[in-house]
């Protein structure tokens, strides 16, 4: 009788450093887990995208991924075809001087944000490590006016130098050509808006 309760005894103080390894070893991944998330550190960011009118026809946002950044763009309103997309530097959407001094629509958003000071227009379908780092991938937008797009970047954060957060989103009014500078040839601003922190 006391042999058996010893040897119960024995097979429980033996499982319980193994209940304790096992019980440990969730708790640490699930630590891990929460402090990648406390990692990012980083807002969602959002810009509602206006026309020259003021009307709201359109939103991009920005979410950080242990990836880089996940983008979402949609508009309405606009003609049919690609759209250039850039992040520009500062988050004013009023009329404002271009790159020549001719006041244009939107033209206090300033040029293309440049973190690296590359001064050039690059492709983002490439490594761009030349390019602006506003320079984004084009929207296309069908014969309703509207358009989406949706992809990843490793370029551009939430804090940082390469932070987006305070400066604007613009959409032109044609395609982007990736090459000419500074802006592909895409053509007049037609929507912009501040990118500003929703969590």
């Given at each position: 009788?006391?042999?058996?309760?010893?040897a119960?005894?024995?097979?429980?103080?033996e499982?319980?450093?193994?209940f304790?390894?096992?019980?440990?070893v969730?708790?640490?991944?699930?630590?891990?887990?929460?402090s990648?998330?406390?990692?990012l550190g980083?807002?969602?960011?959002?810009a509602?995208?206006k026309n020259?009118?003021?009307?709201?026809?359109?939103?991009?946002t920005?979410?950080?991924?242990?990836?880089?950044?996940?983008?979402?763009?949609?508009v309405?309103?606009?003609?049919?075809?690609?759209?250039?997309?850039?992040?520009?530097?500062?988050?004013?959407?009023?009329?404002g001087?271009?790159a020549?001094?001719?006041?244009?629509?939107f033209?206090?958003a300033?040029g293309?944000?440049?973190?690296?000071a590359?001064?050039?227009h690059?492709s983002?379908?490439?490594?761009?490590?030349r390019?602006?780092?506003?320079?984004?991938?084009m929207?296309?937008v069908?014969?309703?006016?509207?358009?989406?797009?949706?992809?990843?970047?490793n370029?551009l954060?939430?804090?940082?130098q390469?932070?987006?957060?305070?400066?604007?989103?613009?959409?032109h009014?044609g395609?982007?050509?990736?090459?000419t500078?500074?802006?592909?040839?895409?053509?007049?601003?037609e929507?912009?808006?501040?990118?500003?922190?929703?969590?």
């Amino acid at each position: 009788m006391g042999g058996e309760l010893f040897a119960i005894r024995s097979v429980a103080e033996e499982a319980a450093p193994m209940f304790r390894i096992l019980t440990v070893v969730p708790l640490l991944a699930l630590g891990l887990s929460l402090s990648a998330c406390a990692d990012l550190g980083q807002p969602t960011v959002r810009a509602e995208l206006k026309n020259a009118e003021g009307q709201v026809v359109g939103q991009a946002t920005f979410r950080p991924e242990p990836i880089g950044t996940r983008a979402s763009v949609e508009v309405s309103g606009l003609q049919p075809g690609p759209h250039a997309l850039h992040i520009h530097e500062h988050p004013r959407c009023e009329s404002g001087p271009d790159a020549e001094g001719k006041i244009i629509p939107f033209g206090a958003a300033g040029g293309h944000f440049d973190p690296g000071a590359s001064k050039n227009h690059d492709s983002p379908h490439t490594t761009n490590d030349r390019g602006h780092g506003g320079d984004l991938p084009m929207i296309e937008v069908g014969e309703d006016g509207k358009g989406k797009l949706n992809f990843d970047t490793n370029r551009l954060k939430m804090s940082g130098q390469t932070s987006i957060l305070g400066r604007s989103v613009v959409i032109h009014a044609g395609a982007d050509d990736y090459q000419t500078d500074p802006a592909g040839g895409s053509g007049g601003r037609e929507l912009c808006g501040v990118l500003q922190a929703i969590n």
